[in-house]
């Protein structure tokens, strides 16, 4: 018995003319068949294909070796590593804008990291829509970051408000320890093992930047950059087989890193020298005005200095026989003003009939001392003895009780950090520190963009002065 596919094959090859309503019927009935039959099969084999998650779990271990091979290479390790730290110098850039851009940069962050690692992962799967959905996973990851940890955004904020270093690498820090830990639930148990130690190192080596930059604000420069280059060796050995870890490795792995580093450290600190210039400003100091007492009561004259003296009430005669009498014309004014004490009691008689003169009582030289009478200080100024010095108020509402006015307290301590900072670090050149650190064992050829970062953060800080209203 012929099979009804092949009996409608041989129908439709010996139709006749005029048969064809006859043949074509059978054909339209077997193909609708095969059409139901094959829409069948594609059902199966679709309901048959993993998902994403399977798809990982069973390529697990083969992703797993494909990461620790390119652990093998210093130069894959490098690589990786570097994308990672050119990941976060790119959130950073976010983090920077005003206002932060705190969704924006954590996009970029992610994408970043993922990118490092992506192309083993990506070849396990069949298709793209796969892949598709572990990178929707580990993207949501950071879409959530600043909810789930609070603390990245408050340290954002203080980055953007006082323009401290250590904010921003406790920020990123943060969501990398957490992307450490919970890596293990978008990717099976040997990849995550892999995936940590890669994300690890990347927070890791941020933060021996980081505290290179602290150590730096100690006036230790030297090492600063000493500590960092044997804590990146220190992270290196945590990635790096036992075999690789020796100095050739270290110069290469240290040498590729040593640009984004640098970048990141300018980056970062040029941020701070912006917030900071801009938040802090030096308090104007100047003398007040000031001129003689010239208050006199009725029946006495200004001398024009000041005294008081009683007004002429004797002929000119008389007046002159008495001065000879007292040795010379001016020797009762001389004897008298050397009896002045300048106190409250001038208000009183004093011997020989003068008295001390007085200041206005309205006015503008309205305050005593001494010998003088003193304006009031400008607006925005207030006065501190003899001088005028700046108000903190307005834009610059914080007082560091000296000279600065600033934002907040937190730029102020910053300031005065960095004015240490300068006068600790003025004569550093890069050629004095690697001078200094080679004879310690530190390949500063691998460090030279890092070493003169922080040459350059030794350079002062150009603090305005601070506005005063109408000038």
């Known amino acids: ?156 904020t203080l980055f953007q408000e006082e323009g401290r270093p250590d904010a921003v690498i406790m920020a990123v820090s943060d969501i990398l320890w957490l992307l450490s830990e919970g890596v293990v639930r978008f990717v099976p148990h040997e990849t995550a093992q892999e995936v940590a130690k890669y994300v690890d190192a990347v927070g890791d080596l941020l933060g021996a930047v980081g505290a290179s930059w602290e150590g730096f604000g100690s006036g ?65 100091q100047e003398a007040r005005t000031k001129r003689r007492p010239n208050v006199c009561p009725e029946g006495f004259y200004w001398n024009g200095e000041q005294l008081c003296l009683p007004k002429p009430t004797q002929e000119p005669e008389e007046l002159l026989q008495e001065a000879h009498r007292a040795g010379t014309a001016g020797g009762l004014e001389r004897a008298v003003a050397g009896k002045v004490d300048g106190s409250a009691s001038g208000k009183q008689p004093i011997p020989d009939g003068a008295m001390v003169a007085l200041c206005e009582e309205t006015g503008n030289y309205t305050e005593k001392i001494g010998h003088w009478c003193y304006a009031a200080c400008p607006a925005g100024m207030a006065s501190v003895g003899l001088q005028c010095k700046t108000q903190c108020q307005g834009e610059f509402p914080a007082d560091d009780g000296a000279m600065m006015c600033g934002h907040n307290p937190g730029v102020l301590a910053e300031a005065v950090m960095n004015m240490v900072i300068g006068v600790a670090t003025g004569a550093i050149n890069s050629g004095l520190l690697i001078a200094s650190m080679a004879k310690d064992g530190v390949d500063t050829d691998s460090l030279v963009n890092t070493i003169q970062a922080f040459v350059n953060m030794g350079k002062p800080f150009a603090y305005q002065t601070c506005p005063l209203p109408g000038r």
């Open 1 to 156: 018995m012929m099979a009804p596919a092949f009996r409608a094959t041989v129908a439709l090859l010996l139709v006749a003319p005029g048969g064809a309503g006859r043949a074509l019927p059978a054909l339209q009935a077997d193909s609708s068949l095969l059409a139901r039959s094959t829409e069948l099969r594609l059902r199966e084999r679709a309901a048959l294909s993993p998902p994403a998650r399977l798809q990982l779990l069973r390529a697990d271990a083969q992703i797993a070796q494909c990461l620790q091979r390119r652990r093998a290479d210093p130069t894959q390790i490098a690589a990786t590593v570097q994308q990672g730290l050119s990941a976060v110098m790119g959130a950073v850039k976010h983090f920077m804008m005003q206002p932060p851009e705190v969704e924006q940069g954590l996009d970029v962050l992610g994408k970043g990291l993922l990118e490092a690692i992506s192309e083993p992962i990506r070849e396990q799967y069949s298709n793209a829509t796969a892949y598709a959905a572990f990178e929707q996973e580990w993207m949501g990851f950071f879409e959530t970051a600043v909810s789930t940890t609070p603390a990245v955004q408050g340290n954002i």
């Open 220 to 284: 230790q420069e030297a090492q600063a950059i000493e500590d960092l280059y044997f804590a990146l060796r220190g992270v290196l050995d945590q990635v790096l087989p036992e075999d690789l870890r020796n100095d050739e490795t270290y110069k290469l792995v240290i040498g590729t890193l040593d640009g984004v580093i640098y970048s990141l450290s300018e980056t970062v600190l040029d941020f701070q020298r912006q917030i900071v210039e801009g938040t802090v400003c030096w308090k104007v």
